[in-house]
T-cell receptor, first 114, second 114 residues
Framework: ETGVTQTPRHLVMGMTNKKSLKCEQHLGHNAMYWYKQSAKKPLELMFV???????ENNSVPSRFSPECPNSSHLFLHLHTLQPEDSALYLC?????????????FGEGSWLTVV | DQQVKQNSPSLSVQEGRISILNCDYTNSMFDYFLWYKKYPAEGPTFLIS???IKDKNEDGRFTVFLNKSAKHLSLHIVPSQPGDSAVYFCAASLNAGNNRKLIWGLGTSLAVNP
């Protein structure tokens, strides 16, 4: 139990579906992240939020839409995804933003787009 | 172009022996390095880190060595235990404007055999 909870753990969706991934952290952190892990690729940072404000968007397609209503919750809204979007999506949080602060990851949401 | 390289996708070690996981980087601006460990079906968890002003950091069975001139770091686990079997990610951090960036390697899968 890392203090970062992701739901659902597994999701299968069609290309025309709309779904959302949810993340909640109980660590009192102010920064939250979405990462994507695909096979044979490094962890890819998608979005960063610091005190609810988006501070990074790494050229992520608009079919991925993040939402951060407060410092404890982060959503990733999914719409008209492609099969190549199938991957493990990891939510994470840290005290401050950036690489010197230990990042705590959730267990991930396995997404399959059919 | 991968800035953080873990050239060995997998490593197999006998229980009780030393495991050495290697990581090379290309950007001399990296000033902080981290190792994360990931079990299947879980998110990565922080293991150990090292600042670029040091050449060694030790925490129990885990020691990270940094050779800045060679742009190389390594994680030593001694003695290795079956519970250490996991994927180990090397990550490197640098200042990037107002934020810090964290760049990840592809990971090395360690198997510790009883």
């Amino acid at each position: 139990e890392t203090g970062v909870t992701q739901t659902p753990r597994h999701l299968v969706m069609g290309m025309t579906n709309k779904k959302s991934l949810k993340c909640e952290q109980h660590l009192g952190h102010n920064a939250m992240y979405w990462y994507k892990q695909s096979a044979k690729k490094p962890l890819e940072l998608m979005f960063v939020y610091n005190f609810k404000e988006q501070t990074e968007n790494n050229s992520v397609p608009s079919r991925f839409s993040p939402e951060c209503p407060n410092s404890s919750h982060l959503f990733l809204h999914l719409h008209t995804l492609q099969p190549e979007d199938s991957a493990l999506y990891l939510c994470a949080s840290s005290h401050g933003q950036g690489g010197r602060n230990t990042i705590y990851f959730g267990e991930g949401s396995w997404l399959t787009v059919v | 172009d991968q800035q953080v390289k873990q050239n060995s996708p997998s490593l197999s070690v006998q229980e009780g022996r030393i495991s050495i996981l290697n990581c090379d980087y290309t950007n001399s601006m990296f000033d902080y390095f981290l190792w994360y460990k990931k079990y299947p079906a879980e998110g990565p968890t922080f293991l150990i880190s090292i600042s670029s002003i040091k050449d060694k950091n030790e925490d129990g069975r885990f020691t990270v060595f940094l050779n800045k001139s060679a742009k190389h770091l390594s994680l030593h686990i001694v003695p290795s235990q079956p519970g250490d079997s996991a994927v180990y990610f090397c990550a490197a951090s640098l200042n990037a404007g107002n934020n810090r960036k964290l760049i990840w390697g592809l990971g090395t899968s360690l198997a510790v055999n009883p």
